[in-house]
Structure formats: structure tokens, C-alpha cells
């Protein structure tokens, strides 16, 4: 316990100890965060009101980030599979950055439903035994359940791997490995539970659809990889830890295939949706063409159609050997996955309404300062979480310290 | 693993890691926690202008509506009037009406008599003190009136924003839509908190202390019949109608959802819905089901009757008919 609290201050010392560099981000994403803060205050005080969103249009750019972020959170399991299931000795030398950032992106998915919601200070109704948890009935529930679920996995796991590495001790299998192998099921819940959210609503036929969990994972597997693939050349270049090219080169094949299977699952959307129209394909009207004159989402995605087919032809291309053009595709596939999923998938199945209305949705700008806040939030768990566990990882953070003479480190991470 | 051969590692003393703490270390951290913490204060500074007593301990202790004691929910009540006088002026009467014994409602509207004019969807409004900016400021009401093409039931085409004055025109039909209060609601099965459900007498209700107002019930109704408070009902003195519910009509706060009741403070007192009784044509019927002698049994065994959007599966107790 005691050399537990130590563990815990010098995690907080180290915290502190960085280069100017280091400064400066935290410091930029710190005011960024305060920034969100400062409009969520506003929000708290004049209600969501604050927001573009409507009683027509009721969900909107916080939603829309909370289902692309659980995807992200979920392609973690990107990492894990490899590793301990095809035992890839590569991948081990990152799979604790996924888990962490699995963890900070959970972290934000959790905010981005708080920011949503119209009544904050009774976020406890959803807690027993303060609160009615409509179990099993509501998909959100189970939501809540998954997500926090997903979120104590891997903080478990991560937190347990660090904390043997720190003591130079070989981690007990059974404490872990179980938990690695929930972790995959899990993952896989979080994304497909989310998608039952919306495919659980029979009246809105945008959503109810069976395609939309496997186009949510699909997608989820190229954006979440495309973002680790950055995250580990920043964390290569600026920190004193090796990645080798390996695991990138992995992640890239994940994304091709991921990526491929969600432009099919498009093909097929598109085809049901347009080869013989009904009024049921009222949405998707709405969002690639436009309807009675309202045009809102039509440049949105098909910005994102166009990026996600650079992305993947630069994928299966032989360009993307090369890290620049890789870097390239997994920006382009990012950012379109990211309107697919928010502006592409959530705006329009409430247009037109089940009216036959048409309200068109745009964030406000202080909505929109929330969801810069929420995002430096991520950016700077996950930046601070990488920061204390590379000395860690890499040898120089130890219970006991070796003399400066020392030979190398002798426990290695599984 | 992690060694890479261009780039040995040095394992390094804890003191290189942690460079000793001195007297500049120790001000250059002070400085910034006492910045952090000034940033975080002026960024929380809007909350200063939360209104005193816009959440009070009793609110954030409260329990869900059906775990109160009735000496509980006479206290609640109580508080709510004499908050409704302090803001606003006015005291209201608020009361908890149960449901009736061997009653259960059900609304009939004849597409063949509305006109459109929307003095339902008005009358509304004023019953169950929905927040609005102008007088003519309709868009919290519990009633969309749709002008619909005759010749068919496309509610894809269909207005909500014609003209009231110019009706009714003679290529089109009038539909006005409010809650179903579905046997199998879409909206209670979703809520993750159970702040909405039905009652006995088929009246799906919400509590609006309770409501966490995610509005994911509003994503799930078919029917649009669901609104949201945006910001605090804004609600003239003379406009506010003082005889309220508790699960209905009472001044919601802001944050929370809301919907139509069929006016349960009327109608579990034995009297008809506000959009019934302004309606100048006679289109709507309402009554209990369960009644056999009651004109609504007679309109659902005898009309030709239309459930709208039959095919969700929501077995509405709102049914549209024709005259023949």
C-alpha cells in the first residue's frame, strides 16, 4: 500500500517534470479546456438553448462526437488482438498506448452525454441506488453500463502492467490475461450497443436498419487505427521511446480492409436507400441531395465520401508504404470517418422530422467551443498518461533505482 | 522489446528523472497550480448568474415521483407554488390527480371535419402553460396541425407552417398530430432514468423533477410529440394558467421534456381536453374506452378509423376516422 502512495507521488512529480515542449502543449491544451469550460458554464446557465440543436433537430454535435469517439475507444482492440491473440512480439511495444488511450477517449465519450444533457445536476438518477436505472429496457443504460465497463478494463490493465514494470516485477498472468480477453468482447460491445441506441428506434427509419453496428465497427477500425498510427510517430519522435515501423504497417492493413468493408457497406446503403426509393429513404435524401430546397448536410458528406475514397485508394496503394503519404490517408480517413459518423449519421435521421418537416441543424459556436474543450480534455489525458508511462515503460522509472552504472532493465512487459 | 539498437537505452537515476526539487522548481510549479486554479474560477464564472434557489439541496435529494410519500409530494407541491409566486407573480393551485378506476382514455379526431385553423393547437398553449416568446408562438405546443395534398396520407409533403387564416383550401386536408399515448411507447421504454411512463389510465407522463433530459424519448417517438426546454419557459403573468398538475401542466423547469396529457388536470376531473373543447367543428372525441356506452367506443366500432403510423407497432390510443 505504502509503495503504492509512492508510486501515485512520483507519477505526480514526474507529471511536472518536462521540457519546454512539453510545457507549452499542456499548457495550449489546458486553455483550450478552460475555454470549453467556460462555454459549458454559459450552457449550464442558460440552458442548452446555447446550442443550435431543436426540438426537431434534439440531438447534436455532442452526440454525434460521443458515437464517433466510442468507436475509437473501441479500436483499441486493434491493438490487443494482435498481440495477445496472434502473439505478435511487435505489437506489445504499443498496446499499452491504445489502452490509454482507449481511456482517455472513454473519458471523453462520458463527457460529451453530460454536456448533452438538459438536467446535469441529476446525472445521479442514473446511479443505483440514488437513482431509477431503467434496465434492461433502455439501450442508454446499457450504454452507461458498457462504457464504464470498458473504462475500469482498461484502467485495470494498464494501470496493472505499469505498476509491475515500475517494480521491475514479471506481471501474475491471471491478474491480466482474463481481463485482455474481456477486453476484446467488451470492445466490441461499447460500439455495437451504441449502435443499438439508434437502430433500436423503429421510427426513424434512417436508423433502423441492421447495417448500421457493422458499418459503425467498420468505420470505427479505420479511424481509431488512423489516429493511433499518428499518436505513435509523435510518441516515437518527441519521447524516448522506440516504435518500430511494424505495428504501423499493421494498423495500416487493419484500416484497408476496415476501410474497404465500410465503402461496401456504403454501396449497399446507397443502393437500398436510392435504386427504388420509398419514403423511408426520406433522410438519405436529405443528406446526399437535399430536400425542398434544404441543402445542409450535402456538402458535409460528400467531403467525407471524397476523403474516405482518397484514404483508401492512397490505402491499397503502394504510396502508403511511404509514412508521408500513410500519414496523409489517415488524416483524410480521421476527419472523414468523423463526418460520417456525426454530421453523416446522426443529424439526419432527424430530417425531416416524423412530421415531414425539414429543420436543418449547425452547431453554435459556444456548442462548439464545448466540443473543443471536451477534445483538448482527451488530448491532454492522453498526452499526461503518455508522458508518466514512457519513463516507465523505457526503463528510467523504477521502485527501486539503479545506480547510474546500471545494466539494462531486466523485466521486460509481456 | 523496445530496443532498439540505434538508440540504446540508459536507464537513468531516479534523480535524473526527477530533477531536485529547489526553490525555483518549487515556485515555477506553485505559480502554476495558482494559475490553473485562477483559469478554472474565471472560466466557471457564468455560474454566478444562476438564479438563487435555481437548485436547492431539497431538488438533488428528491426521490422519483412514484417512491414519494403523499406527505412528501404535499410539501414538493407547495414549494413549487410559492417558487411559481416569488418568479413569476402568480400562485398556483397544483394538484396530483390519480388515475380513475376502470378508465381508460382514448382520443378521436374526424379528418373528414378539421379544418385547420389551429385553435387547438392555440388552446393548447394556453391550458398547459408552455413556454413562448410571441402570442403566436406555437412551436411548444403539444399539436402540430399538418396541411396535407388530398389524395393521399403523405406526411412527406406535408406544412406545418401554412396560413391559418386562409383555410380551409380546397386541395388540401387537415391533420393535427399530439401524442399517441401508445400502448407500446416507443418514448418510456427508452428513458434510462424511468422519468416517463404510463399510468393506469393510459396517460404517459413525465416527471419533470426527475427527467434528466437526455432527450432520447424525443428520438424515439414517432409521433414528434415530445418538446424540450431549452431555457426557462418564458411565460407572461397573465398567460399562465394557475390550475396545474404536478405530471402535467405545472411550469416546467428548464432542462426537462415534456408532452401532452390529455390534459389530465381536466380530464381525470371529469372534464374534456382543452383542444376538444375550442374546436369549432366537432372533430375530436374523447372518452374512455373501457366505457361501452361512451361516443369514443361507438366512433372506433362504427367510423372507418386510420391508425397513424400502424406499421411502428405503437398501438396508439389516438385514432384519426372519417365521416362517410
Known amino acids: ?10 507519477i505526480w512529480k514526474l507529471s511536472w517534470a518536462g521540457s519546454t515542449r512539453y510545457y507549452a502543449w499542456i499548457l495550449l491544451l489546458t486553455l483550450l479546456v478552460l475555454v470549453g469550460v467556460n462555454a459549458w458554464a454559459r450552457q449550464f446557465v442558460e440552458g442548452l438553448q446555447t446550442t443550435g440543436m431543436t426540438n426537431q433537430v434534439s440531438w447534436g454535435a455532442y452526440i454525434a462526437n460521443f458515437t464517433f469517439l466510442v468507436g475509437v475507444a473501441a479500436a483499441a482492440v486493434m ?49 443505483p441506488p440514488f437513482g431509477v436505472f431503467n434496465f434492461p429496457g433502455s439501450i442508454l443504460s446499457w450504454d452507461v453500463i458498457v462504457l464504464n465497463g470498458y473504462l475500469l478494463l482498461n484502467l485495470h490493465i494498464a494501470g496493472y502492467l505499469l505498476y509491475c514494470r515500475y517494480q521491475g516485477r514479471k506481471p501474475t498472468r491471471r491478474f491480466y490475461i482474463p481481463f485482455v480477453f474481456l477486453s476484446i468482447f467488451w470492445a466490441v460491445s461499447i460500439h455495437t450497443v451504441t449502435a443499438f441506441l439508434y437502430v433500436g428506434l423503429a421510427g426513424r427509419s434512417f436508423w433502423h436498419h441492421p447495417l448500421v453496428p457493422s458499418r459503425f465497427l467498420a468505420s470505427a477500425f479505420v479511424a481509431g487505427p488512423g489516429l493511433m498510427i499518428l499518436a505513435f510517430q509523435v510518441i516515437r519522435k518527441v519521447m524516448r521511446y522506440h516504435i518500430g515501423d511494424a505495428p504501423i504497417f499493421t494498423l495500416r492493413m487493419i484500416m484497408t480492409v476496415a476501410m474497404l468493408i465500410n465503402m461496401f457497406l456504403l454501396l449497399c446503403e446507397l443502393f437500398t436507400e436510392f435504386y427504388y426509393p420509398t419514403q423511408h429513404a426520406a433522410s438519405a435524401h436529405y443528406l446526399f441531395f437535399g430536400v425542398h430546397g434544404h441543402h445542409g448536410l450535402v456538402p458535409w458528406i460528400w467531403s467525407a465520401i471524397s476523403m474516405n475514397t482518397l484514404g483508401l485508394l492512397l490505402l491499397v496503394s503502394p504510396a502508403s508504404r511511404r509514412i508521408l503519404w500513410l500519414n496523409v490517408a489517415c488524416v483524410l480517413c480521421f476527419i472523414g470517418i468523423w463526418i460520417e459518423k456525426g454530421m453523416g449519421l446522426i443529424i439526419p435521421g432527424f430530417v425531416p422530422t416524423p412530421l415531414g418537416q425539414v429543420v436543418e441543424y449547425l452547431p453554435s459556436v459556444n456548442e462548439t467551443l464545448v466540443c473543443l474543450g471536451i477534445w483538448s480534455l482527451g488530448a491532454l489525458m492522453f498526452s499526461w498518461m503518455v508522458h508518466v508511462a514512457v519513463p516507465i515503460l523505457n526503463g528510467s522509472l523504477r521502485a527501486q533505482p539503479p545506480l547510474s552504472n546500471a545494466s539494462q532493465p531486466t523485466a521486460t512487459l509481456p | ?67 414519494l410519500t403523499p406527505g412528501d409530494l404535499q410539501r414538493i407541491m407547495a414549494a413549487l407554488e410559492t417558487k411559481c409566486q416569488q418568479e413569476r407573480g402568480v400562485r398556483p393551485t397544483i394538484r396530483d390527480l390519480k388515475p380513475m378506476d376502470g378508465v381508460e382514455f382514448g382520443y378521436a379526431l374526424n379528418l373528414t371535419r378539421c379544418i385547420g385553423c389551429r385553435r387547438c393547437a ?26 396535407l395534398n388530398k389524395g393521399a396520407i403523405n406526411l412527406e409533403t406535408s406544412n406545418v407552417y401554412y396560413d391559418a387564416a386562409q383555410v380551409p383550401q380546397p386541395d388540401k386536408y387537415y391533420m393535427p ?59 407572461q403573468k397573465e398567460q399562465i394558467n394557475p390550475n396545474q398538475d404536478y405530471l402535467s401542466n405545472r411550469i416546467r423547469p428548464k432542462g426537462v421534456v415534456e ?25 375530436r372525441v374523447f372518452g374512455n374506452l373501457l366505457d361501452p356506452e361512451s361516443e369514443i367506443h361507438y366512433v372506433l366500432k362504427n367510423k372507418r378509423v386510420y391508425v397513424l403510423k400502424e406499421e411502428v407497432g405503437t398501438l396508439p390510443r389516438f385514432y384519426y376516422f372519417f365521416d362517410t
Open chain 1, 1 to 10: 500500500m505504502k509503495a503504492y502512495l509512492l508510486f501515485l507521488w512520483r
Open chain 2, 259 to 283: 408532452k401532452c396529457t390529455f390534459c389530465l388536470q381536466r380530464t381525470r376531473d371529469g372534464r374534456y381536453p382543452a383542444c376538444l373543447e375550442v374546436c369549432p367543428t366537432g372533430a
Open chain 1, 79 to 127: 491493438l490487443v488482438i494482435p498481440a495477445y491473440v496472434y502473439k505478435k512480439e511487435y505489437m506489445h511495444e504499443v498496446v499499452i498506448f491504445g489502452e490509454l488511450m482507449a481511456i482517455a477517449v472513454i473519458v471523453m465519450c462520458l463527457l460529451f452525454v453530460t454536456v448533452d444533457l438538459g438536467r446535469p445536476d441529476r446525472f445521479h438518477h442514473m446511479i
Open chain 2, 122 to 147: 392555440h388552446a393548447c398553449l394556453k391550458e398547459n402553460n408552455q413556454s413562448r416568446e410571441r402570442p403566436d408562438d406555437i412551436e411548444m405546443s403539444y399539436i402540430r396541425v399538418l396541411e
Open chain 2, 177 to 235: 398530430v399530439q401524442c399517441h399515448q401508445c400502448r407500446q411507447s416507443p418514448c418510456t421504454k427508452v428513458c434510462p432514468v424511468q422519468a416517463t411512463w404510463q399510468e393506469q389510465d393510459g396517460i404517459v407522463v413525465v416527471d419533470y423533477n426527475w427527467c434528466i433530459g437526455c432527450r432520447y424519448c424525443m428520438a424515439a417517438c414517432p409521433y414528434d410529440a415530445r418538446r424540450f426546454n431549452y431555457k426557462k419557459p418564458a411565460l
Open chain 2, 1 to 67: 522489446m523496445n530496443n532498439d539498437p540505434g538508440q540504446p537505452q540508459v536507464p537513468r537515476t531516479l534523480e535524473e528523472v526527477f530533477r531536485p526539487q529547489n526553490r525555483r522548481t518549487f515556485l515555477k510549479g506553485a505559480a502554476a497550480t495558482v494559475a490553473g486554479m485562477a483559469g478554472l474560477v474565471a472560466a466557471l464564472k457564468p455560474l454566478l448568474a444562476l438564479e438563487r434557489g435555481e437548485i436547492t439541496l431539497d431538488d438533488l435529494l428528491q426521490r422519483h415521483y412514484r417512491q
